[in-house]
């Protein structure tokens, strides 16, 4: 039996095809329907409440029989600093007043961090999804012991080598191996450390024959056919996030699909504008302003990403997306407008042939 058939059978799942857990795209139904396909869905519960968590898993579980991913974001708490707060949203006070709204007079981490979060930790043992998967780091080795001895499967982003060994070390059960193609956040552990930025395949060679988990392809994986090289080069199973952004199912607005479907697709640009950690995403004016010649450093992550949520907020009411952050990977021209079940069929066929 081969690993990647070992993995399925572990998971319950008929095809290596797992759906990204993106914040703010990914929803209960685009979860169910690629559960009820043959694949692992995924719910990210890190940019809400405990009732909003608890709520989302429930309602995925109504929707399908079948495993899905429940993420958490495992960052360290924003390092606050009033001067560098203050010099960014200075820089970016012309956006405001362009847009007739003032500029914020205080910022709010807007994102817990999983780590010390007793409360999401009480309710992963209560609700116990298939699996539970980590991104920014990891918890605690007590944590991680607890979800497995629940029956939780665990897995956790890996960015580099030296991430992949902690993530062994901590007892986690596979590595989703990221390279820098993938949209969204880079998972990486330390955003102050140096980072090789390896591609997908890189990583995944990299990663082979250097730890014994299961790895699991994130990056620019767009179709049946990156699939099958993923599988190829190492990879158990393969993450997409940007190919469902375009399902119906997601929960993606106009502006995102529109621009996904046009030549604005084309230029990605991996920033920590938007947010305070690096992340791809479509090329907009807030990324073009806040990368311009002699911008200051945005604020810490998630501190920043209050300040872009809020000019977004402003823009909206005028109709204005360019200010909106808006995730999709390098191989976003490749997107598909279908609904999740048939696209992870269309998948499966492409993945055979």
Aim: charged share 15%.
């Amino acid at each position: 039996m081969s690993s990647s058939q070992r993995f399925l059978d572990r998971l319950g799942l008929q095809l290596p095809i797992i759906q990204a857990p993106m914040a703010g795209v990914s929803t209960p139904n685009l979860a169910a329907a690629v559960s009820n396909a043959g694949g692992l869905g995924s719910l990210a519960i890190g940019a809400g409440s405990v009732a909003q968590a608890r709520q989302m898993i429930e309602d995925t579980r109504a929707l399908t029989d079948g495993p899905f991913n429940v993420n958490v974001f495992c960052h360290a708490p924003a390092a606050r600093d009033a001067g560098r707060e203050a010099a960014w949203l200075a820089h970016l006070a012309p956006l405001f007043a362009e847009l007739g709204a003032a500029v914020p007079a205080e910022l709010e981490e807007i994102y817990r961090t999983f780590l010390g979060d007793e409360a999401v930790f009480e309710l992963l043992l209560e609700q116990r999804p298939a699996v539970v998967s980590f991104h920014f780091g990891l918890p605690t080795q007590q944590q991680i012991a607890a979800l497995r001895q629940a029956g939780i499967y665990t897995l956790a982003t890996a960015t580099s080598v030296r991430e992949a060994a902690l993530i062994e070390q901590a007892g986690v059960d596979a590595i989703v191996a990221q390279g820098v193609e993938a949209g969204g956040h880079r998972g990486v552990f330390d955003p102050q450390a140096q980072d090789e930025r390896h591609s997908t395949s890189v990583l995944l060679r990299l990663l082979t024959g250097r730890t014994t988990l299961p790895l699991i392809a994130a990056g620019g994986i767009m179709d049946g056919q990156g699939i099958r090289a993923a599988l190829d080069l190492g990879a158990v199973a393969t993450q997409l996030g940007t190919a469902f952004v375009l399902c119906p199912e997601s929960s993606a607005n106009a502006s995102y699909r529109a621009n996904l479907k046009s030549e604005r697709a084309t230029a990605t640009r991996l920033t920590s504008v938007l947010s305070g950690r690096l992340a791809r995403g479509m090329l907009n004016r807030l990324i073009e302003h806040g990368e311009a010649p002699g911008s200051p450093p945005p604020a810490a992550y998630p501190v920043a990403y209050d300040v872009a949520k809020q000019l977004n907020a402003a823009a909206s009411q005028h109709g204005d997306s360019e200010f909106a952050a808006q995730w999709a990977g390098q191989g976003a021209p490749l997107a598909r407008e279908m609904d999740a079940a048939q696209l992870v069929l269309t998948l499966a066929n492409e993945m055979a042939a």
